[in-house]
């Protein structure tokens, strides 16, 4: 019977983020009071370097936002943990992990484990069938997530419900009454023809999972809190570029910089990288997945931008409080990433 204490095992793969839903929602679904999981990171090799160490946690405190955005507004549901193992010994074969694993699950009193399918830390020779069965063998009741891998050249047509086609429909209609300014009988008709229509035609493209009510009136309502931040901090980047620029020696310096961002997925990427852009003295010239390349007109820009001020309060509106803790690119030493 599986116990309400479980162990994930993780490293970067692409059915990663379906195994922790899974864990949680397994978590969330047995009949024990208090659940937790242990989200665990087994180095590959030993003596890791800071840098290697820094990747570890960062893939943690990933694995984290996502766990505590899957559990939703219920945080004492379940309880999440995290912790980085086999630091001290040579990982090699699938006994050794197991060894390792097996001595943090006595320590934290855990008898089930949770294995990704594409768990392989090494990178090389597939570990899950063997280390399954070598877990099974210390008395572990080890659990295979059921997710699917996925392909190597998505759909761009995704299953849709009745739930996307109404927020699509009634945001295209909000920005037609935007757009147009008005609010006569004609544009109201005209609006809500034009709402049907593009929700129609793109409500299988524009979203990618089920909208669920209660999660995206949480995050309207942070978006509300963070509109009047942006616009202070557009402000204040305002006076110092009018600094800048009436200064009589013209103290610039343009430099372009890169920087590994804190967040995940489509929209929560999008809106960092138009704020940086509306930000004055910030340019983002090009975003791949994490990776931001962003042209700064002064050292003061640059700083502002890796202190980490916008990208917190991006994860604060997508992910909650807990990820808005995350440390800042200058914290995780991203600030010397530049291109010139």
Not at 284 to 297: A, C, E, G, I
């Amino acid at each position: 019977m599986t116990s309400g204490r479980l162990m994930v095992p993780i490293s970067e793969s692409v059915t990663l983020r379906n195994t922790v839903a899974y864990a949680v929602r397994h978590a969330v679904e047995l009949d024990v009071q208090r659940p937790v999981v242990h989200f665990v990171y087994p180095f590959s090799r030993q003596s890791a370097s800071d840098e290697d160490t820094a990747d570890a946690e960062e893939l943690l405190e990933r694995v984290e936002v996502w766990a505590r955005d899957d559990i939703g507004d219920d945080e004492g549901a379940v309880d999440i943990e995290t912790a980085v193992v086999g630091l001290d010994v040579y990982l090699f074969s699938p006994g050794d992990y197991a060894d390792v694993l097996t001595r943090y699950a006595d320590r934290e009193d855990l008898r089930t484990v949770v294995l990704d399918p594409e768990f392989n830390p090494s990178g090389t020779t597939p570990l899950l069938p063997p280390l399954q069965s070598e877990l099974e063998q210390a008395g572990f009741e080890a659990l295979q997530a059921p997710v699917e891998r996925p392909t190597k050249r998505p759909r761009l047509v995704r299953g849709a419900g009745v739930g996307q086609f109404l927020l699509l429909a009634t945001l295209s209609y909000g920005f037609y009454l935007l757009v147009g300014g008005s609010l006569a009988v004609f544009d109201l008709v005209t609006g809500a023809i034009s709402g049907l229509v593009v929700a129609t035609v793109l409500w299988h493209i524009s979203f990618t999972g089920p909208v669920r009510p209660d999660r995206l009136l949480v995050r309207l309502a942070r978006m509300v809190v963070y509109a009047p931040y942006l616009l202070w901090e557009i402000v204040l980047a305002n006076f110092q570029i009018a600094y800048v620029v009436l200064h009589p020696k013209l103290p610039i310096d343009p430099e372009m910089v890169e920087f590994d961002a804190a967040v995940w997925s489509a929209i929560p990427v999008t809106t960092l990288a138009n704020s940086i852009t509306l930000t004055p003295g910030t340019l983002t010239v090009d975003v791949n997945r994490q990776n931001f390349t962003v042209h700064t007109l002064t050292p003061g820009a640059r700083d502002d931008l890796f202190s980490g001020s916008l990208e917190r309060a991006v994860r604060f509106v997508f992910y909650g409080r807990v990820a808005a803790r995350i440390p800042s690119p200058k914290e995780r030493g991203e600030a010397g990433g530049d291109e010139s």
